[in-house]
């Protein structure tokens, strides 16, 4: 961002004040999550950084928390991530199916009410999750699928449809719903123009609105508090579990890891919605 | 010419008008369908459970159900004088029943919080009811203990004959009906929910002030600088956005603590002394940094939608007409992204006044808000109707946001990423 070169001192001052202004945000949010990467590398359990991690000596640094989070002695991460693949795989699904059909049927011009279906759809985002996660703690007692992964299965569809109904209704905004006329009126069946027409032109959404689904689903953490049991503990639970009694460099590990991981997601994510811009012909 | 001529016809012959409302129909019916399993889902398992909540939170039939014959006795009483004969008599008749079934403790606990010493007179009477004869049983209780004499004890029995109460409600803004029947505050010293309520609101205008502070440069700078380098920074505020909820709050967790980054930062430029570290965790102080932070991408995303589709020429315009970047800045940029600012302010301030995880981790006793009490009182207290009440009514406060919010910027153009 050059000046041109007539500006005057006192707006080149100000220039410059804006700039840091803007350099410093970006570092408060972005830097704390580079804290925990070395610190989960560290060769002691104190969660600071000793004289030795200071001087980049490589004695001061091990594996040893990774090693912990994979075969140390009962610690509960293995089941906690199967139960978390668990549930946020069959989340996703449900919320896919659901939220896609609703967003088709929203997105139709036809719909009625739409926009009091819109906000209630749109609910589960907005409500706080505690109050959520009261509710449908109630509910799921009630039926017998509290403590139970279907209940907790259940609980997720409802957080992640939100996701998937906003993503996918995005998508069929840029629609031209002409391509599906014109396959109807060439003799194809309803069934055939969204499998062979809609779909494959919305996926972008759908898989967009899938990542928000599941990163909703595995990093959830207020709701399950309330359904789940010592069986079905994610790994959202054990994290507040070690967060809120003692803070281990072994969890510092499993952040490095759910860092790792969300740093894939975010490419994808960001690559999908070019590619959808780039189909519906929006330049940004 | 008659009107039937008149009228078009399709091949089949049905006025055209008639066909064409059917295909009308028809085509809403298939849109609804397809809204259907959702709605339905939604409808079952979220909407009516949360509807749920408020007869939970004004319930009170507990008493009511132990004590049937007597309410149906004292339906009769005035509540001037000491109820007749037959009070007491049902009354014992309803106690014995409820001593047998052992479920009379929790009545002695429901009718204290109604009036003090309520218990104490109670457990006396089933030590002595075992001795008591048939008949006059108005004076065999009240040699038990001479409050049974006092109306006001059984006053109290009177006030909670109604199924229904709002006494949980009025415990979240911290009052209760007193003897007389009058809604009163409690004590200065044990006023404990106001001051949460308006923590919470306060904590929540903050943070939406804070992110907007924040998040209005850097918003600008994405929107103005080459699409190569913003891409880039982009990146600074997603990654966030992507990153667990947890995961960034034991980040913030690393950094506040006494022998964290902050601290030893302070500490390097000599702004506190090493032996005299500040307290910046488990505290309001730690609430609000590490909220903010986690807050600011959901002001920083729609106000970069907004800002992306001001023109630069606009601002270019204003300079050539004579405004000095401050004044073409305030008069014409500012106000084309009030839409984005009110947008992002909207759902800052939503997702705020719920939060729950991050101060229960950081915000130590100062520093919880109304959503802590609420998972408080759910897991500790098993208070689950104040609970229900309290979520109630935070949930009334949030959906007149999300009412404002629908209004002005429309449900269905939230941003995401």
């Known amino acids: 961002m050059a000046l041109p070169s007539y500006t005057e001192t006192r707006y080149r001052i100000w220039h410059y004040i804006y700039l840091s202004i803007c350099t410093f945000v970006f570092i408060y949010l972005i830097a704390p999550l580079f804290v925990i990467f070395p610190l989960s590398f560290s060769g002691d359990e104190f969660l600071i950084f000793s004289d030795g991690m200071k001087r980049l000596d490589p004695d001061a640094f091990s594996t040893r928390w990774y090693k912990d989070m994979i075969w140390g002695t009962k610690n509960p991460w293995g089941l906690a991530a199967k139960n978390s693949l668990i549930v946020a795989f069959f989340a996703t699904i449900g919320s896919v199916i659901l939220g896609t059909l609703a967003a088709l049927g929203l997105s139709s011009r036809h719909m009625p009410y739409k926009g009091i279906i819109m906000a209630i759809l749109i609910s589960p985002m907005i409500v706080p999750l505690i109050i959520s996660g009261v509710a449908i703690f109630f509910f799921m007692a009630k039926v017998g699928l509290a403590a139970t992964h279907t209940g907790i299965i259940l609980a997720h569809i409802i957080l992640g449809t939100p996701f998937v109904v906003i993503t996918v209704t995005a998508t069929l905004s840029g629609f031209d719903h002409s391509v599906t006329r014109a396959a109807a009126s060439l003799g194809s069946t309803p069934y055939n123009t969204f499998m062979k027409i809609t779909l494959p032109l919305i996926t972008p959404g759908v898989i967009s609105g899938a990542l928000f689904a599941f990163v909703t689903s595995f990093d959830e953490v207020v709701v399950v508090l309330f359904l789940a049991g010592l069986d079905n503990t994610t790994i959202p639970i054990q994290m507040w579990i070690g967060l809120r009694e003692q803070l281990s460099p072994t969890i510092l590990a499993v952040a490095t890891c759910l860092i790792v991981m969300s740093t894939l997601i975010l490419v994808t994510a960001e690559l999908l919605r070019r590619r959808s811009e780039r189909l519906r012909g929006i330049n940004r | ?417």
């Open chain 2, 1 to 417: 010419m008659n009107t039937e001529t008149k009228q078009i016809l399709t091949s089949d012959g049905i006025p055209l008008e008639k066909s064409l409302k059917k295909a009308e129909r028809r085509n809403k019916i298939k849109a609804f369908l397809l809204v259907v399993p959702l709605l339905l889902f939604l409808a079952i398992t979220y909407i009516s459970p949360i509807g749920e909540l408020l007869t939970r939170s004004v319930d009170d039939k507990m008493v009511t159900n132990m004590l049937p014959k007597t309410f149906k006795a004292m339906e009769k009483w005035d509540g001037q004088e000491l109820p007749s004969e037959e009070v007491f008599a049902s009354f014992l008749s309803d106690y014995k029943i409820l001593v047998k079934a052992k479920t009379q403790g929790k009545l002695g606990q429901r009718l204290n919080k109604e009036k003090n010493g309520f218990n104490s007179i109670l457990k006396k009477l089933i030590r002595k009811m075992k001795n008591f004869e048939e008949g006059n049983y108005k004076e065999q209780i009240i040699s038990v203990h001479k409050r049974f004499e006092d109306v006001s004890y059984w006053r109290a029995i009177k006030r909670t004959a109604p199924p229904y109460t709002v006494a949980k409600y009025l415990k979240a803004v911290d009052m209760y009906t007193d003897e007389n029947g009058e809604i009163v505050r409690v004590e200065e010293g044990r006023r404990i929910y106001i001051k949460l309520w308006l923590r919470t609101l306060q904590v929540a205008l903050f943070v939406t002030l804070f992110t907007f502070l924040m998040g209005y440069p850097i918003a600008h700078l994405l929107a103005t600088i080459p699409m190569k380098y913003s891409n880039l920074l982009m990146i600074c505020v997603l990654l966030p956005f992507w990153t667990s909820l947890l995961v960034r709050t034991a980040s913030w967790m690393i950094l506040l603590q006494q022998q964290g980054v902050v601290n030893d930062f302070f500490v390097m430029i000599g702004l506190v002394d090493d032996d005299n570290r500040p307290e910046m965790m488990y505290n309001i102080v730690g609430t609000y940094v590490a909220m903010t932070q986690i807050l600011l991408p959901f002001m920083v995303l729609p106000l970069y939608s907004v800002m992306k589709t001001v023109s630069p020429s606009l601002m270019r315009a204003g300079k050539s007409l004579g405004g000095t970047p401050f004044v073409s800045f305030w008069k014409i940029y500012f106000p084309l992204t009030t839409s984005g600012i009110g947008a992002g302010s909207l759902l800052v301030f939503i997702l705020a006044v719920g939060y729950y995880i991050t101060p229960a981790l950081v915000g130590g006793a100062s520093g919880t808000l109304i959503s802590n009490s609420i998972a408080y009182h759910m897991k500790q207290t098993l208070d689950w109707s104040f609970a229900s009440a309290m979520g109630l009514m935070l949930l009334v406060g949030v959906m007149a946001v999300y009412w404002i919010y629908n209004k002005l910027v429309g449900i269905d153009n939230i941003k995401l990423g």
